[in-house]
């Protein structure tokens, strides 16, 4: 199994922030465009800051990024620049997470940031062949009025593009449960939840997006570990995780993609998927994720066309473009100009 074959494989990606996908180049571009002073010389130094000992010290240098995101253009812009790397890696199908109250406590129109989303997205679709889901994270460590108050603004204005909503952002301390009523409302109004859930925060946490917002996926997840009865209730229900590995690496989750429990979720038969979360800051796309996943964790090739095949079967897709993909993907892995490794 070659990384050609693991790029070129058709995957979705289901865990993935567009804010973090803001390289340093285009940082500076955008800085430049709307006349933002960044704390940093050149995009040589920006980039060497991005080493942390935390989820937290992460979200820091994230959110200062965001300044530089101010117009409907730079949020299109930003998104293209996304899905033209996503293609490249072999992303046929993509749901991106977007935080809307990180623009908007900065007087930053909610309009502006999802027609300027949407309109790239429709554009992937078009000119790039990608299909695609927007879905709208709340934080979690602001208040439960807070996120109310975004969600009933968003059904005002942007309901049509909005699929789910989530939850994102420091997870110690801020509990799914605290968020219950507002997942409530949204699902009253038709939309879709998941939730980030057992990456820091314990495995109680990943309970708690199931009962009670009614998660269709855990974000993460990998702390189910710790508690052999949620396996056991994730395996019999499919709960779909959506892993980070280059991400969980670079936030101290694990100390090397070698401890990765990767591999370990998959052989409990859970359902695994593998996603970039923030790869302009964590070292990789999608892609990526896959490549140095296989090998640091000896993952076979059959093992890795099944996460790939999981990523459309944990998508929200309807019944027929469900079956294109997995089709897809069946042919692609079949197909006999594949590269393959013995024993693989």
């Not at 859970?270 to 964590?282: C, E, G, K, Q, R």
Request: hydrophobic share 45%; aromatic share 8%; net charge negative.
């Amino acid at each position: 199994m070659t990384d050609a074959f693991l790029t070129a494989l058709p995957k979705a990606e289901l865990h993935l922030h567009i804010e973090g996908t803001l390289e340093p180049e285009l940082m500076f571009e955008l800085a430049a465009r709307n006349r933002v002073e960044l704390p940093y010389p050149d995009v040589d130094t920006l980039r060497r800051a991005y080493v942390f000992d935390d989820l937290q010290s992460f979200l820091d240098l994230y959110y200062a990024g965001c300044r530089v995101l101010l117009t409907e253009c730079d949020f299109h812009d930003l998104t293209w620049a996304y899905l033209e790397r996503a293609r490249d890696q072999g992303v046929v199908h993509a749901e991106i997470f977007f935080d809307p109250q990180t623009h908007t406590a900065r007087g930053v129109a909610l309009e502006a940031v999802v027609d300027g989303i949407a309109a790239a997205l429709a554009d992937g679709l078009r000119d790039l062949g990608i299909t695609s889901r927007l879905i709208l994270c709340f934080l979690r460590d602001r208040s439960a009025e807070a996120a109310m108050a975004t969600l009933d603004s968003a059904l005002a204005r942007r309901r049509d593009a909005i699929t789910a909503v989530g939850l994102d952002s420091a997870e110690v301390g801020n509990p799914p449960e605290k968020f219950a009523a507002v997942f409530d409302r949204a699902r009253a109004e038709g939309l879709l939840a998941v939730a980030h859930a057992g990456e820091e925060g314990p495995a109680e946490y990943i309970v708690q997006a199931l009962d009670l917002l009614n998660a269709r996926r855990i974000d993460h997840g990998v702390r189910c570990l710790d508690d052999d009865r949620l396996v056991e209730r994730l395996v019999a229900e499919r709960v779909p995780l959506t892993v980070c590995p280059l991400s969980n690496v670079r936030l101290r989750v694990f100390p090397d993609l070698a401890s990765h429990n990767l591999r370990a979720l998959i052989e409990r038969g859970l359902v695994v998927t593998i996603n970039s979360d923030d790869p302009a800051y964590f070292g990789g796309y999608v892609a990526d994720n896959y490549e140095e996943t296989a090998r640091a964790l000896d993952v076979s090739r059959a093992q890795m066309v099944e996460l790939a095949r999981s990523s459309f079967w944990a998508a929200f897709l309807d019944v027929a473009e469900r079956d294109r993909a997995l089709a897809a993907v069946e042919a692609f892995a079949s197909a006999d100009s594949s590269p393959r490794t013995s024993g693989a």
